[in-house]
T-cell receptor, first 111, second 114 residues
Framework: QKEVEQDPGPLSVPEGAIVSLNCTYSNSAFQYFMWYRQYSRKGPELLMYTYSSGNKEDGRFTAQVDKSSKYISLFIRDSQPSDSATYLCASRHPGTYKYIFGTGTRLKVLA | DTEVTQTPKHLVMGMTNKKSLKCEQHMGHRAMYWYKQKAKKPPELMFVYSYEKLSINESVPSRFSPECPNSSLLNLHLHALQPEDSALYLC?????????????FGPGTRLTVT
């Protein structure tokens, strides 16, 4: 079982829709969770990170962690065509520098 | 400034060539990483340097040789690569503490081995 799992998509939504991107994880020791956005042929860009359970909001983006169900979500409000990219969730083995990534979900926002 | 720079952007090399990839950051980060990313796959960790010392080697073949000359620079020396090594090579950096989770990536070097 992969430590972080993510539906690869693609996920297509109309402009202005609320997008929900999700990951599950299996390692109970994971405490911090990150979301990256990666445009085609570019490096990943850190969008947000969140600790343990709860919500964190940054502009149109909200990250949510539910530790009881080992579920991580990223919500994008008022989605724009420029949000079209692959979104990667990640965590890190505590006490190490080893980051674990989900496979990424490809998102297309249609104008 | 959260910028990690990488050169070159693109590299084509033959299987007998020797080349190097370079990475630089000026954020004062003391942990630096090399990742390999194939199309439609997540980044795959190769090496981690912490305070210029190799901390993690994910059983990478010896044809890849990392080097960290100082706290701002990271190199990846390539020799006798195989066509299956063609990928996007990403450098990243983060703070040196195990409680810091923000990791910043460079734009990558797209490597093609012919």
């Amino acid at each position: 079982q992969k430590e972080v799992e993510q539906d690869p998509g693609p996920l297509s939504v109309p402009e202005g829709a609320i997008v929900s991107l999700n990951c599950t994880y299996s390692n109970s020791a994971f405490q911090y969770f990150m979301w990256y956005r990666q445009y085609s042929r570019k490096g990943p860009e850190l969008l947000m990170y969140t600790y343990s359970s709860g919500n964190k909001e940054d502009g149109r983006f909200t990250a949510q962690v539910d530790k009881s169900s080992k579920y991580i979500s990223l919500f994008i409000r008022d989605s724009q065509p420029s949000d079209s990219a692959t979104y990667l969730c990640a965590s890190r083995h505590p006490g190490t520098y080893k980051y674990i990534f989900g496979t990424g979900t490809r998102l297309k926002v249609l104008a | 400034d959260t910028e990690v720079t990488q050169t070159p952007k693109h590299l084509v090399m033959g299987m007998t060539n020797k080349k190097s990839l370079k990475c630089e950051q000026h954020m004062g980060h003391r942990a630096m990483y090399w990742y390999k990313q194939k199309a439609k796959k997540p980044p795959e960790l190769m090496f981690v340097y912490s305070y210029e010392k190799l901390s993690i080697n994910e059983s990478v073949p010896s044809r890849f040789s990392p080097e960290c000359p100082n706290s701002s620079l990271l190199n990846l020396h390539l020799h006798a690569l195989q066509p299956e090594d063609s990928a996007l090579y990403l450098c990243a950096s983060s703070q040196d503490t195990v409680d810091t989770y923000e990791q910043y990536f460079g734009p990558g070097t797209r490597l093609t081995v012919t």
